[in-house]
């Protein structure tokens, strides 16, 4: 299978090790990803102003892109994921923004025709998690494993559609699949504070916190998210034990043998 690819500006720099054990994992499991040629940064933010239209643009020629190059597209930033998203939807289901956006990039008009879907998607749905039980190499049996959902990557439920926003299971089953238990915990799918740590770092602190003291509460080993910021946030920011976090992608290169 061969799937368009998003990889968005983090994934080049700050978060390396997400966007290369992506690439590894799903070589492993026959997937290509294509990266998008001369992508653009999709702007970090959904924009929520209506007349916010050129901030949408960038995002709406990966889709063009992509719409021309078999109709789907794989982001894996969470920020990414939601903006992208957001943005197909607006094209699809919103007249306003769509004649604007298609008057100003001209040529073949585009209304929202290309698939996003999050490389956790394309684990489920396109390869399924019965089939990458079967390639695990290394088991990681006997780890405890809790995801970090935070803000983006599920909400607003009406345009993401990933998982039930309030009780995902997303990850929660990929972690089974790769050998080791799942911790489901509170704090699993709420805010770490990210966005305000240059305004209110001590608020960012806290929240952090909160997260890193649930999921050790319930007997987690380490947590796993797909979301960059949340990741800095969480090592950063969080003062509360020793508990690793990392990429989802980490420890599914792991369980798929790949070292480097």
């Known amino acids: ?69 078999g109709g789907t597209l794989v982001t894996l930033c969470s920020a990414c994921h939601n903006v992208i998203k957001q943005v197909n939807n607006d094209m699809k289901t919103d007249e306003y923004i769509s004649t604007r956006v298609n008057n100003y990039i001209g040529g073949t008009p585009y209304h929202g025709e290309t698939e996003v879907i999050h490389y956790l998607e394309m684990l489920r749905d396109k390869i399924g998690y019965d089939e990458i039980a079967k390639k695990v190499i290394n088991s990681l ?43 489901v915990y509170a704090m699993r799918n709420e805010c770490c504070g990210g966005y305000v740590t240059l305004e209110d770092r001590t608020l960012a602190v806290k ?42 992608t980490e420890i599914l290169a792991e369980a798929l043998g790949i070292n480097d």
């Open 1 to 69: 299978m061969v799937f368009n690819y998003y990889p968005g500006c983090t994934l080049k720099t700050k978060a390396k090790e997400l966007d290369v054990k992506a690439r590894k994992a799903a070589e492993a499991l026959g997937i290509t990803l294509e990266e998008l040629p001369e992508w653009q940064c999709c702007g970090g933010a959904y924009p929520l102003a209506r007349d916010e239209i050129a901030t949408k643009l960038s995002s709406v020629r990966a889709l063009v892109s992509a719409k021309e190059n």
């Open 141 to 183: 049996k006997g780890k405890k494993i809790a995801a970090y959902y935070g803000c983006l990557l599920l909400r607003p439920n009406s345009v993401m559609r990933m998982d039930n926003p309030e009780n995902p299971t997303i990850i929660e089953d990929l972690i089974r699949a790769l050998g080791a238990e799942p911790v």
């Open 207 to 248: 929240r952090s916190n909160l997260i890193l003291e649930d999921a050790q509460a319930h007997g987690a080993d380490m947590i796993v998210t797909a979301c960059p910021l949340c990741l800095y946030n969480l090592t950063k920011n969080g003062t509360a034990g020793e508990i690793p976090v990392v990429y989802f």
